[in-house]
């Protein structure tokens, strides 16, 4: 079974511009959630996603943002980047959303705003 | 959001066991236990979770004290492969599957 995949892998920006990245989860579930992960701390929740609605949010201004589509896949949206929302960004994917599940990552997407 | 402590660093030498502290003296009656770890430019892993019970699995076991304000993870015979950033974090199940890093615990293992 293929595992969580994110694209692109990397991408580089210019501040001010929007960014879009994007994630399938593993067949047959249908969470997705989304992490931000800056060099050297530990990754730092963004979102939540079920059954296509909104499940949790984290600390995150309203420049990003995130929907589910019907075939479960996710996008997270980054408008007017700024140097500090260089990091890597990882999904994850489960079966369900209680506290008793695991969470299947990504590789990521490394991020470099300029 | 619930929290937990552990040592910044851990060394190990290869072929030998390691036990991974980790406090959680805040813990609640429904959190669970997870630990994930993260190798060197990937995403983090699962390795294990747990409720009150120890438990074990192909990666490694995972003891609560009976009290459940601590736990530790036990890698059996550590490899370099195992050489990664763990992170034991506290679940509680009534907010979905939020994740709560926090630094967690680098683990060196020598040859």
């Known amino acids: 079974d293929a595992g969580v995949t994110q694209s692109p892998t990397h991408l580089i920006k210019t501040r001010g511009q929007h960014v879009t990245l994007r994630c399938s989860p593993i067949s047959g579930h249908k969470s997705v959630s989304w992490y931000q992960q800056v060099l050297g701390q530990g990754p730092q929740f963004i979102f939540q996603?079920?059954?296509?609605?909104?499940?949790g949010r984290g600390n995150f201004p309203d420049r990003f943002s995130a929907r589910q589509f019907p075939n479960y896949s996710s996008e997270l949206n980054v408008n007017a980047l700024l140097l500090g929302d260089s990091a890597l960004y990882l999904c994850?994917?489960?079966?369900?959303?209680?506290?008793?599940?695991?969470?299947?990552f990504g590789q990521g997407t490394r991020l470099t705003v300029v | 959001d619930a929290k937990t402590t552990q040592p910044n660093s851990m060394e190990s030498n290869e072929e030998e066991p390691v036990h991974l502290p980790c406090n959680h003296s805040t813990i609640s009656g429904t959190d669970y236990i997870h630990w994930y770890r993260q190798l060197p430019s990937q995403g983090p892993e699962y390795v294990i979770h747990?409720?009150?019970s120890n438990v074990n699995n192909r990666m490694a076991s995972l003891a609560i004290a009976e009290d459940r304000k601590s736990s530790t993870l036990i890698l059996h015979r550590a490899t370099l492969r195992d050489a990664a950033v763990y992170y034991c974090?506290?679940?509680?199940?009534?907010?979905?599957?939020?994740?709560?890093f926090g630094a967690g615990t680098i683990l060196r293992v020598k040859s």
């Open positions: 747990g409720l009150t």
């Open positions: 994850a994917s489960s079966l369900r959303t209680w506290g008793d599940t695991e969470a299947f």
């Open positions: 974090i506290l679940r509680d199940p009534t907010y979905g599957n939020k994740l709560v």
């Open positions: 996603y079920y059954e296509k609605e909104e499940r």
